[in-house]
């Protein structure tokens, strides 16, 4: 990969992927206000209590995944083509449990809060409605962060360049649209 150390070409590189993000993010937000979602917010107590942290976990763990996967490729360790071998898989595997973890950890401290706060809630629902949002944006991060990073690299991106907007937008919009999922799928099963 053709190193680009300039501050044109990171400004280059990185603002296409700003501006998407820009538009991804105003659209994630346009989702928090449909009926829908205050649907949901309303009749799920601690939906809101629980969304900031679900989103940042998004954007935590995976973040972490761009970050090491971009090292990787820059040391020579990741082969710039998708190859199920052991630092790639390992890399993936542990981004996916964490993920995984952190989302019901944050329904399970989402309850106790609630539970402080005198409120009732259900831990089922809460735990159901991570799982769920957490499995889906999993799969979604996974899918369009490996092809940014490697896509982007073998034409020449520098993928510390990209990825944490990619990310972070990313992880709003499904995070945003998976725990809807989740909701109607805890409503489904409860």
Do not use: C
């Not at 995984?100 to 539970?115: C, D, E, K, R």
């Not at 259900?122 to 979604?140: D, G, K, T, Y």
């Not at 690299?153 to 990619?166: Q, S, T």
């Amino acid at each position: 990969m053709v190193r680009h150390d300039s501050a044109v070409d990171v400004y280059r590189q990185a603002l296409p992927v700003i501006l998407v993000s820009l538009v991804a993010g105003l659209f994630a937000g346009t989702l928090l206000g449909t009926e829908t979602m205050r649907d949901g917010i309303e009749s799920v107590p601690g939906l809101l209590l629980l969304l900031p942290a679900f989103l940042a976990t998004r954007g935590g763990v995976y973040g972490s995944l761009g970050a090491r996967l971009s090292s990787g490729l820059h040391q020579g360790i990741i082969d710039p083509h998708f190859e199920w071998n052991g630092p790639l898989r390992n890399a993936i595997i542990a981004s996916f449990l964490n993920g995984m973890i952190v989302s019901v950890f944050i329904a399970v401290l989402a309850w106790v809060v609630l539970l402080v706060l005198g409120r009732s809630g259900s831990l089922l629902e809460l735990v159901i409605i991570l799982f769920v949002a957490a499995l889906l944006s999993a799969f979604a991060m996974l899918g369009v962060l490996l092809t940014v990073i490697f896509k982007g690299y073998r034409r020449g991106l520098d993928p510390d360049n990209v990825i944490g907007p990619v990310v972070t937008t990313v992880g709003d919009v499904f995070g945003v649209v998976f725990l809807l999922v989740g909701v109607s799928v805890a409503g489904v099963l409860l």
